[in-house]
């Protein structure tokens, strides 16, 4: 069982309480009588959440929460007690965020960005707003200019804070907002730099082919004085320093730019510019 999570289980028989889920390994999990629909019937395979209810047993449910595993969201506080802050997540228990695992003491009827994260001793489910700790680095240069799910986070003096796929911190720089946009809702938005520490700048609409980033500009300024440069992915990263004065990661997100815009041709040991 995927504690936090959907599971695709089958029905195995139907008691007083309710219906008995199996996995593959036959473990097995009550979905209670309240959940039970008049078409289900055994040997039916169901879609269902996983968590513990309040006497901690692991339970199913058909309910849908607003935030799964490992995911972000931002959730209302319901209650504030001695024990920690309480969250509407959309299930029958609340969602409880330590003290230790809140930025600042939470306040009763606010919303915050949270992240649900799995006890692995205890099984519990638990939320923290420490989400900085929790986010994916971005290294992947082939997501650069790709469509991709973002959610709208806070607004800072540079910009507004996203979420983007549920893995990566990014922003949307101030100059780049071009319509309103609410916080914790759900946008469709473009990475188009990776930063040196895995954060990602972001923007509402894809790039045109010849808006590049300083590093792009400045490697494609280089190359139009000189043809080619000798060097590649796989060079040494001092070798990338001396010759153009950024690091390797720096120059690796460059030449895909550049490369997925066709401004560049690369080879084993070289990159160059491509014939108009």
């Known amino acids: 069982m995927n504690i936090g999570q959907?599971?695709?289980?089958?029905?195995?028989?139907?008691?007083?309480?309710?219906?008995?889920?199996?996995?593959?390994?036959?473990?097995?999990?009550?979905?209670?009588?309240?959940?039970?629909?008049?078409?289900?019937?055994?040997?039916?395979?169901?879609?269902?959440f996983i968590y513990k209810d309040s006497e901690d047993r692991i339970v199913a449910t058909t309910e849908n929460p607003k935030?799964?595993?490992e995911e972000f969201a931002y959730l209302k506080v319901?209650?504030?007690?001695?024990?920690?802050?309480?969250?509407?997540?959309?299930?029958?228990?609340?969602?409880?965020?330590?003290?230790?695992?809140?930025?600042?003491?939470?306040?009763?009827?606010?919303y915050y960005l949270v992240t649900l994260q799995l006890d692995q001793l205890t099984d519990r489910l638990y939320a923290s707003t420490k989400v900085n700790r929790y986010f994916k680095e971005c290294t992947d240069i082939e997501l650069i200019n790709q469509e991709m799910d973002i959610m709208i986070g806070d607004t800072t003096d540079l910009g507004i804070k996203v979420v983007v796929a549920n893995l990566y911190a990014g922003i949307i720089y101030r100059n780049d907002v071009s319509r309103p946009l609410r916080r914790g809702s759900f946008e469709k938005g473009f990475i188009y730099t990776i930063r040196e520490d895995g954060k990602v700048d972001v923007r509402l609409e894809k790039a045109g082919f010849e808006k590049f980033d300083e590093?792009?500009?400045?490697?494609?300024?280089?190359?139009?004085?000189?043809?080619?440069?000798?060097l590649s992915d796989k060079s040494?990263?001092?070798?990338?320093?001396?010759?153009?004065?950024?690091?390797?990661?720096?120059f690796k997100q460059a030449i895909g730019k550049l490369y997925k815009a066709r401004r560049i041709k690369i080879s084993e040991n070289s990159i160059e510019i491509a014939a108009e």
């Open 6 to 48: 959907y599971n695709e289980l089958t029905i195995l028989r139907f008691t007083a309480p309710g219906a008995y889920l199996a996995d593959d390994q036959d473990n097995d999990v009550l979905l209670p009588g309240k959940y039970i629909t008049d078409d289900m019937h055994e040997g039916e395979i169901v879609s269902v």
């Open 78 to 110: 319901k209650e504030v007690n001695a024990f920690g802050a309480f969250l509407d997540w959309g299930l029958e228990k609340d969602l409880m965020v330590p003290f230790k695992e809140q930025n600042q003491l939470m306040e009763e009827g606010k």
């Open 67 to 69: 935030i799964v595993l």
């Open 215 to 230: 590093a792009a500009e400045r490697l494609l300024q280089m190359l139009q004085e000189r043809k080619i440069l000798y």
């Open 236 to 250: 040494d990263p001092d070798q990338i320093r001396e010759e153009v004065g950024m690091s390797k990661k720096t």
